[in-house]
């Protein structure tokens, strides 16, 4: 909505509102004809695809396909609009009366250019508004290109949300909460190693001069490390999910990948805080780190507490109204709860990822129990579907900006000690935290799950919208383009060999959903009991509490409160209580075969066979 | 994403990608905040149209209560964010150097701001884009009340398509094409005179000097005409959807409502163009205006033909192909060719409303027969619901945006003549024209249906996206303000209304979905035959040759194709014709009780209760 216009194309004499008038047409049929673009690319994504599955044809991943068709056409376009429309421009500097508070570090946000004509019959003020730093290329930017170049706030409002949404929601959440302890030490120790390695490695290969051709400096390198080191749940999930891998081993690399997010935004702010704190002291600020890692444990238990309490919300407002009555407005409370926890979460400068899984579990585990039948399909096909489509729309979206992108910077020297920095501090993530791990774990966790965290480390769409945030220095494109590079080699090599490498590592999975999955291991509650005592605590809590008050199950408030509360209890117990199902899924268990497949399968719509457990069954592997 | 900061919270010793930095989340900040907003109010009005269906209260519409919600909480944003965040600005004229290209008439796109500290050790430039006019206030605008205003562009390209798609997809086909010419009539010829009718009657108002105090030209009174001559399918649908109306008087009133926006932005475009050639020429351009006929004619053409040719590949993609087997591959496709139409014809010029109102009657035609019953169930349930999500979030948007918008000129002489004009417009379009239709039909259209047709042309949605579009001058900036009151009037009282209405004009409706309309009028085929061969002809076609081609219904192209055609018959009969069910829904109906209802009921799944009729039941009332 740039509303801009081929210079050449105006008519001196057509009025100023004429001139509006067809500036905002123009804009929206280019508008119009870059998402015709995108939902072409994505109609034949969605072909292939239904063809590759038809033909059983398993060599490239579906995240792959979209981004080498994304490629395709960004190279089309780039090699075709070089001679379209061009946007008239004018230099100017700032007059001498101009208030001097301006300056090359704070240029004025708008910018109004009076202008009258010769015979100073009529005068004119035109707005102007602050794009961004100009350095070293004025030339013409064709239009489709330009639009057709990723807008972050998009990635980060519209299509992540409902892609980690669907993950909580539709997520094993047994498998995540034993393996939290390792999720967690993964996700936050791994992660912040990661960063530092690469940032340490990066800043070394940099000092070769012959070699780099270019200075970038410690701040940069580990602003790179930040970026870089997030793994990406958009793109495992793809390729996990779809294979149906091993419980454990899929919780682990999503539950990562899922919170590391949060760590590598946060990383990202820490190193530009730290920088800007050490040069106004002239030396190292110990308070500026511990201040920053402060804010960093109260974005991330805001996140949480604020997507916990949303999914909680919406479970009492579908308990305590008959809103069951009428699914679609049940269903769009549900959305809208939903959406609006990760827009309140990035709103007050938390984690909307975050708070969005979160919620997603909350929902998953108490709102699901209140909703209607209608409803309880109707969020499950929505979620299903928008995930599908978003997680296309993104893939594609990367491979086309790769050729769009105006300000590419490629330096092949960066390029290639990052890939190296990478594998290495992978290695210094998985390998020592697994040791240490595996020392406190009943339930080891195993060589070959190790190498495959190792090779499913893909960097995806959230290291590249980081990447894209800011572009305004050289060395920022230079990250920008070497993100890209890593993001699309490990999307398509990763993404494409994981099957033969689950099948090299002899790590199980299966391609048909239906095909049911072996017995899980049971766990050994006995060496457990000790470590799991304040997740019992919680597991009590959740079942004699905090469901009761939030859902319609059993048992009821009256029977598990204390006596002298009887009457607050009665008040909360709902009257539909006693005609609810005796099978609650208190568990946090849905089942394996429960876990409805990326394609085909309806998901189950009915929770009646949800396993009845006891309190033996939580065990928890750290 | 205008990317605005502070200008007293930049430190000059920062860094310039810092400054950009402190940009992107300050930005990020904002629009997560007011989405949140949006977000916060959409959860209001859920839980309020459940109060309201839950104790059976019905003083106001739900769109009346949207838009009374957003105009509360505008209020609120323009009282209280006043003191609000500055934007900082320089004054500048072009160098004198400067391409004379330039002029009052043809600004530049984009100033590039030259800057160097004022030892020179460094300089940069900026980019600043074209934002538009800027004519009497230069005052500070608060930056949440700034995002808060509606973007034309959204509207049309995000908000509208799914709306009219799903009138389409959901509409009782019978009753729109049975009444297909009144409508053409009401919607072509009615909106032309109601257009011409309100551009004179307002610039004969507006020559009274001492009452209207502006003097506005007749060009501008004309496309006054234009904006407001459209009734609104969004609100109609809204209102006579939920009412469960006459099925004829809701197909005249819904049909003329969705067809008519093409002719509104004709009309505009069309007045714009003759103006524009009559001062070139000096006078009056008789092939100016022939022309802009034709190109009336062709946009209109172009997107019902685009519409159902979408909606037709649709179908053989989804006959040809297995998709079926994999229900979240067929429900993207179909999602994504549907929108796809909206974007070709939006792209290509043309009207999108009526492409994608066509194509969703193609899709319910032939597309639906071919689905899966997962993805019959997924397809409807998922439009409704963003049906229902875009309508309330388009009122409340406009309710919003009447306080934060920061350009309004209130006229009141213009907005008192305006609601006098369009009155008298609305009688000048409804009478003479059912007169005049009435003449040829059997099945006339009743006085109490003309009053009904009368008080229900409801301006809307569109008139207020068309106005916003474009307010560069004062004259359009009153045009859109006496808009605003007249969509927000409107709407709040015809819709509050219109059950009273109904109740006193004595037209049938109900609330309940469940309770079953009388039987419909029988038609008289006899006096109509001679009418109908046309329409007689196309159903025969319908059903002997497209459907059997499109669908697998039966009978199957082998028997109905010419003897010499049978290899070709062959090739193009599904191997699954066979297996499909006897009963298709060749006919047009889906039963008035399958139209599901606004809330509560889910959508008919099973459409093998659709009614099997013969060729007696084509009857046609013009």
């Known amino acids: 909505m740039s509303g801009r216009w081929q210079a050449a194309a105006v008519d001196p004499s057509e009025k100023p509102d004429v001139i509006q008038e067809e500036k905002v047409t123009k804009s929206h049929m280019l508008d119009s004809l870059n998402m015709l673009m995108f939902l072409g690319l994505l109609i034949l994504t969605v072909v292939t695809i239904w063809i590759f599955k038809h033909r059983r044809l398993r060599f490239v991943h579906e995240t792959g396909l979209a981004i080498i068709y994304g490629l395709i056409v960004g190279a089309i376009l780039a090699y075709t609009s070089k001679g379209g429309g061009t946007t008239s421009y004018a230099?100017?500097?700032?007059?001498?009366?101009?208030?001097?508070?301006?300056?090359?570090?704070?240029?004025?946000?708008?910018?109004?250019?009076?202008?009258?004509?010769?015979?100073?019959?009529?005068?004119?003020?035109?707005?102007?508004?602050?794009?961004?730093?100009?350095?070293?290329?004025?030339?013409?930017?064709?239009?489709?290109?330009?639009?057709?170049?990723?807008?972050?706030?998009?990635?980060?409002?519209?299509?992540?949300?409902?892609?980690?949404?669907?993950a909580g929601y539709q997520m094993k959440r047994k498998h995540f909460?034993?393996?939290?302890?390792?999720?967690?030490?993964?996700?936050?120790?791994?992660?912040?190693?990661?960063?530092?390695?690469?940032?340490?490695?990066?800043?070394?290969?940099?000092?070769?001069?012959?070699?780099?051709?270019?200075?970038?400096?410690?701040?940069?390198?580990?602003?790179?490390?930040?970026?870089?080191?997030?793994?990406?749940?958009?793109?495992?999930l793809a390729i996990f999910h779809d294979l149906n891998v091993d419980v454990d081993l899929y919780a682990l690399v999503f539950g990562e990948s899922v919170l590391n997010d949060a760590v590598a935004i946060v990383l990202a702010g820490l190193v530009a805080a730290v920088e800007q704190y050490s040069s106004a002291s002239g030396g190292f600020d110990g308070m500026a780190v511990l201040h920053c890692l402060g804010n960093f444990v109260g974005v991330f238990l805001g996140a949480f507490s604020l997507g916990s309490a949303m999914g909680m919300l919406t479970a009492?407002?579908?308990?305590?109204?008959?809103?069951?009555?009428?699914?679609?407005?049940?269903?769009?409370?549900?959305?809208?709860?939903?959406?609006?926890?990760?827009?309140?979460?990035?709103?007050?400068g938390m984690t909307g990822i975050v708070a969005v899984l979160f919620c997603g579990i909350c929902q998953a585990h108490y709102t699901f129990n209140n909703l209607s039948p209608e409803s309880q399909a109707r969020t499950k096909q929505l979620f299903d579907l928008l995930n599908f489509?978003?997680?296309?729309?993104?893939?594609?979206?990367?491979?086309v900006s790769t050729f769009t992108f105006q300000k590419h910077l490629w330096n092949w020297w960066f390029i290639l000690s990052s890939f190296i920095a990478i594998i290495v501090a992978r290695a210094c993530n998985v390998y020592p935290l697994s040791f240490l791990l595996n020392l406190g774990r009943s339930n080891k966790i195993r060589y070959n799950f190790q190498?495959?965290?190792?090779?499913?480390?893909?960097?995806?769409?959230?290291?590249?919208?980081?990447?894209?945030?800011?572009?305004?220095?050289?060395?920022?494109?230079?990250?920008?383009?070497?993100?890209?590079?890593?993001?699309?080699?490990?999307?398509?090599?990763?993404?494409?060999?994981?099957?033969?490498?689950?099948?090299?590592?002899?790590?199980?999975?299966?391609?048909?959903?239906?095909?049911?999955?072996?017995?899980?291991?049971?766990?050994?509650?006995?060496?457990?009991?000790?470590?799991?005592?304040?997740?019992?605590?919680?597991?009590k809590v959740d079942e004699f509490l905090v469901k009761p008050l939030l859902t319609h199950a059993v048992p009821p408030l009256t029977k598990t409160m204390p006596k002298c509360c009887y009457p607050l209890a009665l008040l909360l117990t709902s009257p539909s209580t006693q005609r609810r199902r005796e099978d609650s899924d208190t568990d946090l268990i849905i089942d394996d075969q429960d876990l409805p497949s990326a394609y085909g399968d309806g998901p189950e719509l009915d929770s009646s066979d949800h396993k009845v457990n006891n309190s033996q069954d939580i065990s928890l592997h750290v």
């Not at 489509?389 to 491979?399: D, H, K, P, S, W």
Request: charged share 15%; net charge negative.
């Open 451 to 539: 190498h495959m965290m190792m090779f499913a480390g893909l960097r995806g769409a959230i290291a590249f919208a980081l990447a894209i945030r800011n572009t305004s220095t050289p060395e920022r494109r230079i990250v920008f383009s070497s993100t890209l590079v890593i993001v699309m080699a490990t999307v398509i090599m990763c993404g494409g060999f994981s099957t033969q490498m689950l099948q090299w590592l002899k790590i199980r999975y299966c391609f048909s959903p239906s095909e049911p999955h072996p017995p899980l291991h049971s766990a050994t509650p006995g060496r457990l009991a000790e470590k799991a005592r304040l997740v019992r605590m919680w597991y």
């Open 177 to 236: 909460f034993r393996n939290f302890g390792a999720i967690m030490t993964y996700a936050f120790m791994g992660t912040t190693v990661s960063c530092f390695v690469v940032g340490s490695m990066m800043y070394g290969f940099m000092q070769i001069p012959f070699l780099s051709g270019i200075s970038i400096g410690f701040k940069d390198c580990l602003i790179f490390g930040a970026i870089i080191s997030a793994t990406d749940p958009v793109t495992v």
């Open 389 to 399: 489509l978003m997680e296309n729309f993104v893939f594609l979206y990367i491979g």
């Open 91 to 166: 230099d100017i500097t700032l007059p001498d009366n101009a208030n001097t508070s301006f300056g090359i570090n704070s240029p004025p946000d708008d910018l109004h250019l009076h202008m009258s004509e010769e015979d100073l019959s009529h005068n004119a003020t035109f707005k102007y508004s602050y794009q961004g730093a100009l350095k070293d290329n004025n030339r013409a930017e064709p239009e489709l290109e330009e639009k057709a170049t990723f807008d972050p706030e998009v990635f980060f409002n519209v299509l992540l949300p409902p892609i980690i949404f669907n």
């Open 316 to 348: 009492l407002l579908t308990k305590y109204t008959q809103l069951r009555d009428y699914p679609l407005l049940e269903t769009s409370l549900f959305v809208l709860m939903s959406y609006s926890t990760f827009m309140a979460a990035e709103a007050a």
